[in-house]
């Protein structure tokens, strides 16, 4: 329940148990600890396991790994899924340190097999419904226009459905797409899509790790309902200098990575641009209308990061994103320029106080705002919005033995709210309506959980979050009459509170092993979101506006259950996975009926429902070998019913889709030619559309049917693509692939919306009406090369 805040209690009680629970440890245990890295470039490896006398543990997100096991002899073994699996020999007699470094299998110089029995995170982990996707694997699948697109590859997930034709935005499980939180180096991104959705703004040559969660979030993560799409930046080759880039039909994009002092400090940067305009900019006349119309997008991302010592590093990264569009017309003088982007910095400092304890101290800054500016002859309007964020947190990963992995810490993080503020001006008269003010909003949260292996069979997940909200002052809250008049007003002060939330978000995850290859796992966990998204499209638009939780505007809360079964096939070539799961969301928020743009709150506008989703989700991975590749299907639904919508009667959400099915497959014919496929069927998206149409007053007028009632056809699409790599000579430095793409291969005019056309004359009794499909992509083929020196 969500009450106003006392005292969090029961977490204070739960975090002393479980710690004490957990501090008796036997003697003669000594601890093995280091850090996990790709030998190639001294990149730290997320998720690597390693595996010690039936006990494992993965390295965490700075490639940090410790276990603590008897004194003994003990042979270890440590793999990841694009890495050569290496083995060692240990006499643990006391606490040993010791750093690891793993080839990569694209750089091994000879055909090296070597293939764990403990590559088996699938079936004996007991996170559920967890997707790890190295920046590789991504590159390999054929890429819209030839960018690839980390938003685009996890559409391709059972249980993740893309927002449109083309479009990088994603709905996980009957959620919408606010309900996703998307972090770069910890900083929350609010808008991920470049070209108004259709490429995201993650620079795949900036990118080394990609993981979607969808079910059982584990405690360390909150703030959203549906999943966390949590993406690490590369940190900078600390061996060599780097170059790498890419010149392709859209974009283009360079790299530039290297040891700023060896094996103590590196950097990475790298930067992207679209070029259409100035390609276009030519060939348009000077005495066209549109002259100076045009649109670009770029992009960077930078980070440094330096070792102090073995206990002490430092990392400080960026990202800057911009997207501009220009619209001219001469004939009737009208100019418009829409800018909107992301900007982003995190400050992060690792320490490790002792062989069992690690920290990491973050800060981070986030900016996203929104601008449309637009003029006719003398006229002249201005509409702004964003969001600016201020987040400080700390983390702790403590490994009091071999059976249990705690991780506990806390955040606070300051918002401000910009609403979509207007002005104007005609000729010397300058418009400034009283637009609603800036909202500001604190944000706390304390967090512990228990990573617990009970015995050979059993291992459970649990963890407690409390989260608190508050919205806060400066702000004039208003009392109107039924014509929007202001009859009175109260006043708060800075940081005065104005409205309080809080709650307990436990998360439980369980796994049980019937055999080495086969295990059965279960995860319930509750979550509160209250910060959201606000939109009349179907995904993340510029003009898509985030509000805070408010003393109108209740935190959202969703309850989700999910169970599975897990098997892998032929040691652990094969992973497959049945998943079942049902959510159940409260306090969701749509605009009333009839809803239009005013300059007065639009959360007076927002009416507040339930929604439920469930479904089964099918999973078959092939891991290595030639042929590599997965076939995800997805049997779905999901509902909402409002009161004040639909005359209070339940409806399929516009984000349902029953069948959802992905079928991808790389194949590698030799060391120069590389093929890459895929395939999507979807059913159509729900819609409404007009059932009748009349005339009133000699007016065509349309009578809607009920929310949804209708769907779009089926989806499907078939891309190909090649990848030609040229002999590399042993003394050429100097390294480059092409790849060719197909997209849409058959050319199938996939729907994107319907719309109406009107002939005739309906006096002259010859009125027709007809319905006609917009498609947006036809096939498109596309080249890109890439280098690397």
Known sequence: MIRDLRTPKLFIWFLAVLICSNSAIAQNKFTLNGYIKDSSNG?????????????SITSNQYGFYSITLDESEYDALVSHVSYLTQSFHLS?????????????KSSALTEVVVYSKRKDANVRSAQMGKVDLSINQIKNIPAFMGEVDILKAIQLMPGVRNAGEGNAGFYVRGGGPDQNLILLDDAVVYNTGH???F?????SDAIKNVSLIKGGMPAQYGGRLSSVLDVAMKEGNSNKFQTEGGIGLIASRLSVQGPIKKDKASFIVSARRTYIDALVKPFVSKSSNFYGSGYYFYDM????????????????????GRDVFTFKNAEQSFNAEIPWGNATATLRWNHVFNPKLFANATVVYNDYHFRFGAAQNNFEVNLSSGIKDGNAKIDFDYYPSGQHKLKFGGLFTYHKFIPNVTSGRQDSVVFQPVNEGDKFAVEKALYIQDDWDISDRLKINYGLRWTNFSQIGPYTKYVRDADQNKLDSTVYDRFEKIQNYWGFEPRFTMRYTLNSSTSLKGSVTRNLQFIHLVSNAGTTLPTDLWVPSTFRVRPQLSWLYAAGIFKNFNNNEYETSIE???????????????YTPSLKDPEEDFVFGKGWSYGSEFFINKVRGKLTGWIGYTLSWTWRKFPALNAGET????????????????????KKWKFGAVFVYGSGNAMSLPERFYIVNGVLTQDFSGINEYRLDAYHRLDLSATLTPQKTKKKKFESYWVFSIYNVYNHLNPYFIYFNQTG??????????????SLFPILPAVTWNFKF
């Open 43 to 55: 990149e730290s490896i997320i998720g690597a396991t390693v595996s010690v006398n039936g006990k």
């Open 92 to 104: 643990l007699n006391r606490n040993v340190q010791h750093n690891i470094f793993l080839l990569p």
């Open 195 to 197: 070209l108004f959705g």
């Open 580 to 594: 079942v799961y049902y959510k159940d969301m409260r306090n969701q928020i749509e605009y009333a009926e009839g």
């Open 199 to 203: 490429f995201s703004i993650f620079n």
């Open 651 to 670: 409806y399929p959400a516009k984000y349902d889709r029953r069948h959802d099915l992905s079928v991808v497959g790389t194949y590698e014919l030799n």
């Open 761 to 774: 004359n309906p006096y002259s009794g010859n009125l027709q009406i007809e319905a006609r499909q917009v």
């Open 301 to 320: 991302n930078a980070k440094i990061n330096y070792r102090f010592s073995e206990k002490d590093r430092l990392y400080l990264s960026g990202y800057f």
